[in-house]
């Protein structure tokens, strides 16, 4: 069973920077696409960010591009997140999800298997 689990959140002033890591359990990062979301409440889960199996693409959404990259070390299974320039609508539960079935950069959450339980992330104006 693939295990996910997302740290780094907190509360940040607007203009400040999180990281946000992802811990998988055996060789999933390896071997999968990775992918960020969010969800703020009331509002559905939508996607942050996305990196290719192989590493060679990555995708964002609209609103965080030149503010966040999405970085993956594969030697300690881990995902990262690096949030630059943060807004109070960036704040939000932030999950990381795992797609071993396809290899490529999706928004689509229906194309990622398995998920954490996410990371709050709070933002102060």
């Known amino acids: 069973q693939v295990q996910l689990v997302e740290s780094g959140g907190g509360l940040v002033q607007a203009g400040g920077s999180l990281r946000l890591s992802c811990a998988a359990s055996?060789?999933?990062?390896?071997?999968?696409?990775m992918g960020w979301f969010r969800q703020a409440p009331g509002k559905e889960r939508e996607f942050v960010a996305a990196?290719?199996?192989?590493?060679?693409?990555?995708n964002y959404q609209d609103s965080v591009k030149g503010r966040f990259t999405i970085s993956r070390d594969n030697a300690n299974n881990t995902v990262y997140l690096q949030m630059n320039s943060l807004k109070p609508e960036d704040a939000a539960v932030y999950y990381c999800?795992?797609?071993?079935?396809?290899?490529?950069?999706?928004?689509?959450?229906?194309?990622?298997?398995?998920w954490g339980r996410g990371t709050q992330v709070t933002v102060s104006s």
């Open positions: 055996g060789r999933t990062v390896s071997k999968s696409a």
């Open positions: 990196i290719s199996r192989g590493s060679s693409n990555t």
């Open positions: 999800a795992a797609s071993p079935r396809f290899g490529l950069a999706r928004n689509d959450r229906n194309f990622y298997d398995y």
